[in-house]
């Protein structure tokens, strides 16, 4: 319980920061596909080095999550590229037609915007979707 109570903090607090940050905002996401500011690229950039240096820090600790299993990336299949491309596909059609990630889908609708409901229900279903024919694609 007081686990799930931090994370909900986190998740508040990661959610007050994107809102603030702009980062959620359909105006900052259009400029960024009209290459009219730095603002996205900024942030991407940044997710980006951060990522990097958190997974070096990992490696080289030896870290381990909280059932003591190593934490480490498999490593990928060339052969994926048919499914990553399809996958950046549907992603960028919803992030263009959304103007969000899905991510910060449930701080728009903490920020008072209802309407991004609908693309949550549409990723559940999605998701149901995937489930029920993920023995039939590739991978």
Do not use: N
Request: proline share 3%; glycine share 12%.
């Amino acid at each position: 319980m007081k686990a799930t109570l931090l994370y909900l903090a986190a998740g508040i607090y990661f959610g007050f920061v994107l809102v603030r940050a702009e980062v959620v905002s359909w105006f900052r996401i259009i400029e960024m596909f009209r290459f009219e500011a730095f603002h996205m690229y900024g942030v991407i950039l940044s997710a980006i080095v951060v990522g990097i240096i958190c997974l070096q820090v990992i490696k080289k600790l030896g870290l381990t999550d909280l059932e003591g299993k190593k934490l480490a990336l498999d490593p990928k299949s060339i052969d994926l590229w048919k499914s990553y491309l399809l996958g950046g596909i549907i992603f960028g059609l919803g992030l263009g037609l959304t103007g969000a990630c899905p991510g910060p889908l449930f701080t728009l609708v903490g920020a008072g915007y209802t309407i991004m409901l609908v693309p949550i229900a549409s990723a559940v279903a999605g998701v149901w979707v995937y489930g029920k024919f993920k023995e039939k694609m590739i991978h």
